[in-house]
């Protein structure tokens, strides 16, 4: 994902958002029919796992658009409410995803895929029919080969911005593969239960992204919260020392999810804040790259930590709540350099325009 990312966000800031956002989810309706038809026919296993890398590529393509078309539409100031909207209209549909997915494994997996057809159909013509283009190149300087990594390899900022991110990547992945193998394989507890969460997860983020995007907008500032959110983090990891019944995997998800809604919107928004007018795109790539250095050692790391202390899960989580703490101080020592600078880009872009 990192990878075609990478490329892709160098893409859109050469041809623009749109087409990238319209044709790279046709194949996806494809490569889910396909999904849908090896796994109800179980002995198709190479088609499987191809198919499935095949969305993997298809919709890493469209993410850097996505990002950036809602920095080419918002005002510097206004940029964090931006990516809030977009992120609560997004979790609209994530709060009804996990309760729809673990239904339909009920009556079989290959149906979750069937629908993802389905709807991937409905977003490709709302797309078409309703993407205006965000980013013309034409209207600003081009991007030639050498200056991207010219530009962000000489931002110290951006650089400690990047090195952060690879140890959050790290410890949020424990979020992820590590809590669902906890969950379903050392604890056996039911597969709604992941449908529980993660649909409660949504309806959260729907619920207090708002209230949470005025706390954030009336005092500190993104890299401070982000700091402050990573902390809810490790607060909502020390919940998982208890053993994990429905009520302690909810309460652990309400918590991780305030910190949630103070870093995901966070993120854009102070890359696309920093990062040049014509390379919005290719700096989400960049950060997505190298970030991905700390999801997959954070699965791989985390997962094989896990199976160690499968008899000490308590050990573990712990010992993920303190990894997180510490890249929290790392966030909140760098909050004041991104003060200091964030004050500065509304000035830059208005002597631009």
Same mark, same amino acid.
């Not at 079989?108 to 389905?118: H, K, V």
């Not at 919260?225 to 019944?245: C, K, S």
């Not at 429905?246 to 966070?266: H, K, N, Q, R």
């Given at each position: 994902?990192? &990878? ?20 790279? #989810?046709?194949?996806? &309706? ?27 590529? &298809?919709?890493?393509? #469209? +993410? ?5 078309? &809602? ?5 510097? #100031? ?26 339909? =494994? ?12 389905? =709807? ?32 962000? %390899? ?12 690879? !140890?959050?990547?790290?410890?949020? %992945? ?39 995007? %005025? ?17 809810? +983090? *490790? ?22 999810? !305030? ?36 999801? !997959? ?23 993920? *709540? ?14 004041? #350099? ?16």
């Amino acid at each position: 994902m990192a &990878v075609i990312q990478y490329f892709s966000g160098i893409f859109t800031d050469k041809i623009g958002r749109r087409s990238i956002l319209v044709y790279s #989810q046709i194949p996806a &309706v494809v490569l889910y029919l396909l999904i849908y038809y090896t796994v109800a026919v179980p002995h198709y296993f190479i088609p499987l796992v191809l198919s499935w890398y095949g969305t993997i590529v &298809v919709n890493s393509v #469209q +993410y850097p658009a996505v990002q950036a078309s &809602v920095a080419d539409i918002t005002e510097v #100031q206004d940029r964090l409410s931006g990516y809030t909207m977009m992120r609560i209209m997004a979790n609209l549909g994530i709060a009804v995803g996990p309760l729809l997915g673990a239904y339909l =494994a009920g009556y079989g997996l290959q149906y979750i895929f069937l629908i993802s057809a389905i =709807a991937t159909i409905a977003e490709v013509v709302m797309l078409y029919l309703m993407m205006r283009e965000t980013y013309f190149p034409k209207l600003h300087e081009p991007l030639l080969k050498g200056d991207l990594s010219k530009a962000y %390899r000489s931002d110290k900022f951006f650089i400690a911005f990047i090195v952060i991110g690879i !140890f959050l990547g790290f410890f949020m %992945r424990q979020r992820g593969s590590s809590l669902t193998v906890y969950s379903i394989a050392i604890e056996n507890l039911p597969f709604m239960y992941l449908g529980y969460i993660w649909a409660l997860n949504g309806l959260l983020v729907v619920l207090i992204q708002i209230p949470i995007l %005025r706390l954030m907008t009336n005092a500190g500032n993104p890299m401070l919260w982000r700091g402050i959110g990573t902390i809810f +983090y *490790a607060g909502a990891f020390l919940v998982l020392v208890n053993y994990p019944t429905l009520e302690i995997l909810l309460l652990f998800m309400t918590i991780s999810t !305030f910190g949630e809604d103070m870093l995901s919107p966070t993120t854009q928004s102070i890359i696309t804040s920093i990062a040049p007018e014509n390379m919005r795109g290719s700096y989400i790539g960049v950060y997505n790259l190298y970030i991905s250095i700390g999801s !997959f050692s954070g699965a791989i790391i985390g997962l094989w930590l896990l199976a160690v202390l499968r008899n000490l899960t308590a050990t573990y989580w712990i010992i993920i *709540a303190i990894g997180s703490i510490a890249t929290a101080v790392m966030y909140i020592s760098i909050s004041g #350099q991104f003060k200091k600078r964030f004050a500065e880009i509304p000035k830059t872009v208005i002597e631009q325009s």
